[in-house]
């Protein structure tokens, strides 16, 4: 399925947008190593849905603008994008840093949202359950621990970035560094606000998550009225690319 790419003008700041597909809107919202290409798993889903892959504002090639401090910022930049776009009865998925993102926006105002999938978010501190710490990990290290089956983390490792993506890279962790240094990757008041959330809420996560382990799934469930579960088995953090087939299926019967 082609995706074309464009440029959006949001409130005086670029961003770029990969969009394929038609059906339903899905917007997907990406973590914090960007969305510099069309995965895999975007172009199963863009045979049922209008699927827009956004870069969020500091990242890849979409503007850093001055205003950018904090993940609050962003959330109220996405709802400017929804406003703009004047998309209606989205279908809102994030992961990881994304997904964090898009607990964010829906606590704000889920109005335009018909209902939401995080995939392993960030966002929250659950005492007594040790996390993985991305910053002090190694380059390698930060690919190995995305990932279960390794033979995937090989493949990665064995491809040398080019001078571009070297750039990228570099944006995209500043700015993470911007929006989840301190408090380490996570939002102090989050999770007294999750209730707030009205719309039908999916959890997606790997069991071998080396970053945040599965157990944080059940908190957000906790704290999320009638969220449901979904734990893909042999994977890691990123179950839209380690198995895009089974993730993409889960968020098909999440919608039926």
């Keep these: 399925m082609a995706f074309c790419e464009e440029i959006c003008n949001i409130r005086g700041s670029r961003i770029t947008l990969k969009r394929g597909g038609s059906g339903r809107k899905l917007l997907f919202l990406h973590g914090a190593n960007g969305a510099s290409g069309v995965r895999p798993f975007m172009e199963d889903l863009a045979r049922d849905f209008d699927v827009l892959v956004p870069e969020h504002p500091g990242f890849g090639g979409s503007d850093e603008p001055e205003w950018l401090d904090n993940i609050h910022d962003v959330a109220y930049f996405y709802l400017d994008f929804l406003e703009q776009l004047n998309l209606r009865d989205v279908f809102l998925v994030g ?5 964090w993102l898009a607990l964010e926006i829906a606590i704000r105002d889920a ?8 995939v392993g978010p960030l966002g929250i501190h659950v005492p ?26 090989d493949r990665m490792l064995a491809q040398p970035p080019t001078a571009e993506q070297i750039e990228i890279e570099v ?21 007294k606000w999750l209730h707030r959330i009205k719309v039908p809420t999916q959890i997606i996560w790997g069991d071998s998550d080396r970053i945040l382990p599965a157990a944080y799934a059940a908190e957000f469930a906790r704290l999320i009225p009638g969220a449901r579960v979904d734990i893909v088995g042999q994977c890691g953090h990123t179950p839209h690319n380690e198995k895009p087939q089974e993730f993409a ?6 919608c039926r």
Excluded: C
């Design 95 to 99: 992961a990881s840093l994304g997904g």
């Design 111 to 118: 109005s335009r949202l018909s209902r939401l999938s995080a």
């Design 128 to 153: 007594g359950i040790k996390r993985g710490d991305m910053f002090l990990w190694s380059p390698e290290e930060r690919v190995r621990n995305l990932f279960h089956d390794q033979k995937l983390a």
């Design 171 to 191: 944006k995209n962790s500043y700015t993470v560094a911007r929006l989840a240094w301190e408090p380490r990757m996570f939002d102090p008041h989050l999770a």
């Design 249 to 254: 299926r889960l968020l098909r019967e999440f």
